[in-house]
């Protein structure tokens, strides 16, 4: 494979950090607040380009204010930008709380109506080529259609969950986190072995390669059947927002390189540890200098 395209979601994030979350219909005071560009798409564009590879990012803003922050961070990243614009940007509201777990609101804005016709012309060929589920699933399904007349890699985040089949079926390896996972297998995941389980059943079911994201407890990947499991490298999490974009668009960078996945699957791994550390997806991405030097001492 030569280059990877990310085809997907460009929101901006509000960020509302709090002693505890609230419940339903309650008001809780927010301590900080932050205003970050996100979306899974780009937050998976711009976990590819700080870890070495200049991708292309295939969105839709919209005509307004938040547009504009956004594509002003997105410039000061090595990102090819292929964006078109609609009428309003997708809002991200996320509450975080002070244990590092968030509650997501997610308005699509022109992500909800992003097509395969915003981009007449699009060539996409030898590429590793990734999607999430916050654009319209027919405009997952059109780029599929198109990505089979030459050979690519897909890799496919089920998130927000969608049991697609069409989606499912022609993604070479799908990366759900836990709770997707237990949807694709149809089975609890308690334990290692019960995503090992998992592994397995996603496999046979939608005939593809299957990383399942156990967030603080690793990440286990079943690879042409064989399954390993990585265990989680250990930091403070302040924030765990965007950690599997960072996890996905990390493999695929380190994957590019190596074609290698156990080598891939440890480099993801640090690459999702750390973007932990800080609030925000994005910002607290790492680049891959940050996680040679923590693989080089492991
Ligand atoms: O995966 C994290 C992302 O989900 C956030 O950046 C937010 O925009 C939502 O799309």
Do not use: H, W
Not at 80 to 100: F, H, P, Q, R, W
């Amino acid at each position: 494979m030569k280059d990877i395209k990310v085809i997907g979601s460009v929101n901006i994030d509000i960020i509302m950090s709090s002693q505890r979350l609230p419940s339903t219909g309650e008001t809780v005071k927010a301590d900080k607040y932050y205003l970050y560009p996100g979306g899974k798409g780009a937050n998976q564009a711009v976990a590819v380009a700080r870890t070495g590879v200049r991708p292309e990012f295939l969105g839709k803003l919209g005509n307004d204010y938040f547009a504009e922050i956004i594509i002003n961070y997105l410039k000061r990243e090595n990102i090819e930008l292929s964006i078109k614009y609609g009428y309003d940007t997708g809002i991200a509201m996320i509450n975080v709380e002070s244990s590092g777990r968030n509650m997501i609101t997610v308005y699509p804005g022109s992500n909800g109506n992003v097509s395969i016709d915003d981009f007449p012309g699009v060539k996409i060929k030898d590429s590793i080529v990734l999607f999430q589920q916050e654009i319209p699933l027919k405009t997952i399904r059109d780029f599929m259609e198109m990505l089979k007349e030459s050979k690519n890699i897909i890799i496919t985040d089920p998130s927000p969950y969608n049991d697609d089949i069409y989606v499912l079926q022609n993604s070479d390896i799908l990366t759900p986190n836990q709770s997707e996972a237990q949807l694709l297998a149809g089975c609890e995941i308690k334990s290692i072995d019960d995503a090992r389980k998992a592994s397995i059943r996603i496999r046979e079911k939608y005939k593809n390669n299957v990383i399942i994201k156990l967030g603080s407890k690793g990440s286990l990947i079943n690879y042409n059947g064989e399954i390993k499991y990585f265990k989680a490298y250990s930091v403070n999490a302040v924030d765990t927002t965007g950690a599997g974009d960072c996890f996905n668009g990390a493999f695929a960078s380190e994957f590019l390189r190596t074609e290698n996945p156990d080598k891939s699957m440890e480099f993801a791994n640090i690459a999702a540890a750390l973007a932990t550390t800080e609030y925000g997806a994005f910002p607290s991405f790492p680049y891959r200098n940050q996680i040679i030097s923590i693989l080089g001492d492991n």
